[in-house]
Each structure stands twice: as C-alpha cells, then as structure tokens.
C-alpha cells in the first residue's frame, strides 16, 4: 500500500492533501503507470513512446500513464487529475534526476519497478497474470 508520507522522511513539508490528489485516490479504479524522468528527458520519452502506441492494451486493462517530473504531473493517457509530485515521488521513493518506471496495481502496492525502459508488452504480460485481470477476463 502506499505510505502517504508527510515531509518528515524526506525533509521537505509535504502535505497530501495541498496541491491535489494522492495515487490512493486511484485504488480499486485503475492501475497507475508512473514515468519519472531522467535530467535528460531521452528515456522517459523513449518509454511514454512506448506505452502511448499501445493505447487500446492500456485502456483494456483500466491503465493511466503518468509523468511525474520535478515540479508538475502530467497525464500522458487518462483523465487529467491535479496530483501533488511532491508526495508521488515521496510516497514510491523516487529521486529527482534519475528515470524510473512504477506500475501502481489497483489495490494501491507497487507491482513492477524498473530504471531502463519497458516495452508495454513486460507490463501487459504482469497485468493479465494478477488475479483482479483473471476474474475480468473470465466474466
């Protein structure tokens, strides 16, 4: 489950509930797929590429695709929400500067974490084996 920290662990004064939603929000609605980008912007591209050329895998299996960079989120597929970056990346303890790839699961615990880039088939493959996606599938 998420932690929903405060600016205790990370000494910066971070209050979830300013500046918008937390990724608890998304629990039991959607699986959150979360890019953090590198200084250099190059992967985190690369990777959003990737997962945005497999729209309909993603809308099937209840996916949002986010960028979280240093000061803003940005909603790369699904709806627009207004997110705190601050408590994402406290909350999946991401440093600012580096790439990392997150798959939040629908009940809130990180599935999959990766600091290089993942083609949209290795997510689809993790999603369609958890149980939640069996159960729809067989309905």
């Not at 945005?52 to 209840?62: N, T, V």
């Not at 989120?73 to 303890?93: M, Q, W």
């Amino acid at each position: 489950m998420l932690k929903s920290l405060s600016g205790a662990v990370s000494g910066i004064e971070i209050d979830p509930q300013q500046g918008g939603m937390s990724l608890a929000d998304f629990e039991w609605r959607y699986r959150v797929v979360i890019i953090f980008p590198d200084d250099n912007h190059l992967d985190a591209a690369r990777q959003a590429n990737l997962l945005l050329a497999e729209a309909d895998g993603l809308r099937e299996r209840d996916m949002i695709v986010l960028e979280v960079g240093r000061n803003e989120v940005k909603a790369l597929f699904g709806p627009e929400y207004d997110l705190n970056c601050y408590a994402i990346r406290s909350d999946l303890d991401v440093t600012d500067g580096f790439f990392a790839l997150k798959l939040v699961g629908k009940d809130g615990a990180v599935k999959f974490r990766a600091d290089e880039v993942v083609p949209a088939a290795v997510l689809f493959e993790l999603i369609d084996q958890m149980p939640m996606r069996q159960d729809k599938r067989s309905n």
